[in-house]
């Protein structure tokens, strides 16, 4: 089953706005990634939370980590045409036993449009 | 720039007959994974390499497989492609196993 499940699976809003998108997973991770992913197109590395980590920046993006409720939220503030695109969040499973041979379990992907 | 590379970018072939997608990478990563993403659907791994280590995911159909002759090189080989198996494949990296991925732009496979 699907380890990550995003809210919402649709999001429209206009330019200069913000966006948020949340993030539910099921079992103990490791790190929580965010992916970007323009039409037709691989995906784009946004930002690494790990599990004993709350919040992180990185330039617009603002992400969150709760790891009682597992789940996590993608803030983009000031939102412009180019940030159109699919988001995805990303779960590394805990495996104890594999060091070094983990492996990335992505969500439903959450599709933005920012309106000009 | 380093990246990672896959070829070709759109790929047709007819139903049963074998195709393989290449990807190179220029990073150095010693972690290679190959997804395969259907419209609007969530990427799903289908297979990764660490450095040499094969590993296969358990619902991997048979009908894929993946051969890294180097670090720099990882194919994927389709044997018999079904109207089912039409979708984009992505190639990604990583050093080591927990760290961000990298991924190439992908191949949109077209199965007739």
């Known amino acids: 089953s699907q380890q990550g499940e995003e809210d919402p699976q649709a999001l429209s809003i206009q330019e200069g706005e913000n966006a948020t998108m949340n993030c539910s997973y099921k079992t103990s991770i490791n790190n929580l990634q965010w992916y970007r992913q323009n039409s037709g197109r691989g995906l784009v590395h946004l930002i690494l939370i790990r599990s004993n980590e709350r919040e992180k920046h990185s330039g617009r993006l603002r992400v969150t980590l709760d790891t009682s409720k597992k789940s996590s939220s993608l803030l983009i503030t000031a939102s412009r045409a180019a940030d159109t695109a699919s988001y995805f969040c990303a779960t590394l499973l805990t495996l104890i036993s594999n060091f070094g041979n983990e492996k990335l379990t992505f969500g439903t992907g959450t599709r933005l449009t920012i309106i000009p | 720039d380093a990246m990672v590379i896959q070829n070709p970018r759109y790929q047709v072939t007819q139903f049963g007959k074998p195709v393989t997608l290449s990807c190179s990478q220029t990073?150095?990563?010693?972690?290679m994974y190959w997804y395969q993403q259907k419209s609007s659907q969530a990427p799903k791994l289908l297979f990764h390499?660490?450095?040499?280590?094969?590993?296969n995911e358990a619902d991997t159909p048979d009908n894929f497989q993946s051969r890294r002759p180097n670090t720099s090189f990882c194919f994927l080989d389709i044997r018999s492609p079904g109207l089912g198996d039409a979708a984009m494949y992505l190639c990604?990296?990583?050093?080591?196993?927990?760290?961000?991925?990298?991924f190439g732009p992908g191949t949109r496979l077209t199965v007739l």
């Open positions: 390499y660490y450095d040499k280590d094969f590993n």
């Open positions: 990073l150095n990563h010693n972690v």
């Open positions: 990604a990296t990583s050093r080591e196993g927990g760290n961000e991925q990298f």
